[in-house]
């Protein structure tokens, strides 16, 4: 039987590397490309003098850290710095006539572009804010400030279409944010208010991006100021572009409807031992070891021979691999990869499993992992079973081959005491698609009282006890 567990998707609620316990963006989280704030990395030459006070900038730092983030941004038209700009605080202003930045970045697919600016109506139509784009190509993604008419407004654009926002934010303070997506284009203005749509699939990939120019097009240059930008290679959830809106709603003293976002939950142990799952060895005949992983990739890099420190010969197609040190998979080490082509006799397929994880009934859990994809979009299927059965997740899918890992987040409350296993099952519909999986969590919510303490927190994490590993399978779907 399966039980009628609620089982909640958090989305972004749950993924921790948004924003720091601080509400500020994390820099190292794994889909931000490009983060320019102008209080910090200012320079008035190739990085090593801070711009002063209407002073020439010749180089402004990306604040992202993770593997596959944008390079700085550089001029050769310097804007200036001004210390004291939007909420007080310092802005890089940009004259309309020829001043902006250049810089590299690899993005792809879906986006969402934030920016801080306060921009005159003065200048020629769709001036510039961030924009990305592939070099000598015509397609390119960007949230700019636009003339329209006598007064400004965002402007999201790829190649010759574009969607207008419908408020003018003609010498305002104004947040924007875009977000591109197979199923639309949406800018938002200062909150999870709708600026401006389109169901038109807008996006388009990049390597490099440019700021307070329309990309490419050095008629067209902003006029006003950026306090702050950023871009994720993500379409971010609800709860993630309120916490980064709060962010700088917050740091700028700007209107807005953005909130407060709730204190993230106290977790218990993990109750998984990510990397010590049984792996299905019963599965098709399949190409050999290099074939199988050489085209392969995450943010960027390619796994070949030398890369795969424990692997399953190739009746297996699961892949256990290291990223040698380089701390580029989410957490640092290694990831599973599958061959979500394959099924059993038409069945999904299981091929990761691991046992005797002990759950209380009427105690919240949470669930979570990263998953990226190879060739198309992979399917898969995550249940526990053993006492009961909790369907996870039901086809659960990620962007196609962007080589991004997305956070997959569950909450649920079992009804029942007992042994579980988790099961990850590719789905029998997915076609010639592979999955990589990495960081397994199974944590219990914890409700610690206040004050928090160190001391009350390894109590309550003392008390949750544990699992022993053991082989065996538990009812449930076939594993072979």
């Known amino acids: 039987m399966v039980s009628l567990v609620v089982v909640l998707a958090l989305g972004g609620a749950a993924r921790a590397t948004v924003v720091l316990p601080s509400g500020d963006p994390d820099p190292a989280h794994s889909t931000l490309k490009l983060w320019m704030s102008a209080d910090t990395g200012v320079f008035s030459d190739a990085g090593t003098t801070p711009a002063v006070n209407g002073g020439t900038?010749?180089?402004?730092?990306?604040?992202?850290?993770?593997?596959?983030?944008?390079?700085?941004?550089?001029?050769?038209n310097s804007p200036t710095y001004h210390t004291s700009g939007i909420g007080g605080l310092p802005v890089v202003r940009f004259n309309g006539t020829n001043q902006y930045f250049n810089g590299t970045v690899t993005v792809g697919g879906p986006k969402t572009f934030f920016l801080v600016t306060d921009a005159s109506a003065s200048g020629t139509c769709c001036s510039g804010g961030i924009g990305t784009r592939s070099s000598g190509s015509s397609n390119w993604n960007g949230l700019h400030v636009a003339k329209n008419g006598a007064d400004t407004r965002f402007f999201a654009d790829r190649s010759g279409s574009g969607l207008w926002g419908t408020t003018a934010i003609t010498n305002t303070p104004t947040i924007g944010v875009l977000t591109y997506e197979t199923t639309g284009?949406?800018?938002?203005?200062?909150?999870?208010?709708?600026?401006?749509?389109?169901?038109?699939?807008?996006?388009?990939?990049?390597?490099?991006?440019?700021?307070?120019?329309?990309?490419?097009?050095?008629?067209?240059?902003?006029?006003?100021?950026?306090?702050?930008?950023?871009?994720?290679?993500?379409?971010?959830?609800?709860?993630?572009?309120?916490?980064?809106?709060?962010?700088?709603?917050?740091?700028?003293?700007?209107?807005?409807?953005?909130?407060?976002?709730?204190?993230?939950?106290?977790?218990g142990p993990n109750l998984v031992t990510d990397g010590s799952f049984e792996i299905n060895t019963n599965s098709t005949l399949g190409n050999g070891q290099g074939s199988e992983l050489g085209a392969h990739n995450y943010a960027g890099s390619t796994w070949g021979n030398a890369d795969v420190t424990t692997y399953w010969d190739k009746n297996n197609r699961v892949w256990y691999v290291t990223d040698n040190g380089d701390a580029e998979f989410p957490d640092g080490d290694f990831a599973y990869r599958i061959d979500a082509r394959l099924d059993i006799d038409g069945a999904d397929k299981l091929w990761l499993w691991q046992d005797d994880i002990s759950l209380t009934a009427g105690q919240e859990y949470q669930f979570s992992f990263e998953m990226w994809g190879e060739s198309g979009a992979p399917i898969l299927d995550v249940e526990l079973t053993g006492s009961d059965t909790i369907v996870l997740f039901d086809d659960t899918t990620t962007n196609p081959g962007d080589g991004v890992a997305e956070t997959k987040s569950v909450r649920f409350t079992p009804t029942v005491t007992g042994s579980y296993s988790?099961?990850?099952?590719?789905?029998?519909?997915?076609?010639?698609?592979?999955?990589?999986?990495?960081?397994?969590?199974?944590?219990?919510?914890?409700?610690?009282?206040?004050?928090?303490?160190?001391?009350?927190?390894?109590?309550?994490v003392a008390g949750l006890g544990g699992y022993v590993r053991k082989?065996?399978?538990?009812s449930g779907r076939r594993r072979g």
């Open 57 to 76: 900038v010749l180089q402004w730092d990306n604040r992202a850290t993770a593997v596959g983030a944008g390079s700085d941004a550089t001029s050769g």
């Open 185 to 267: 284009t949406t800018i938002y203005l200062n909150g999870p208010v709708v600026d401006g749509s389109n169901a038109s699939n807008f996006q388009s990939a990049g390597s490099q991006y440019q700021i307070a120019t329309r990309n490419n097009e050095h008629s067209r240059y902003l006029n006003g100021d950026i306090a702050e930008l950023l871009v994720y290679n993500e379409v971010l959830t609800p709860d993630e572009i309120n916490e980064v809106g709060y962010y700088l709603s917050d740091k700028y003293s700007i209107a807005s409807t953005f909130v407060l976002p709730p204190p993230p939950p106290v977790l």
């Open 422 to 460: 988790v099961e990850f099952f590719t789905d029998v519909n997915n076609g010639n698609n592979h999955a990589w999986i990495d960081d397994v969590r199974l944590q219990a919510v914890l409700v610690v009282p206040e004050p928090l303490t160190m001391l009350a927190v390894g109590l309550a």
């Open 471 to 474: 082989r065996h399978v538990p």
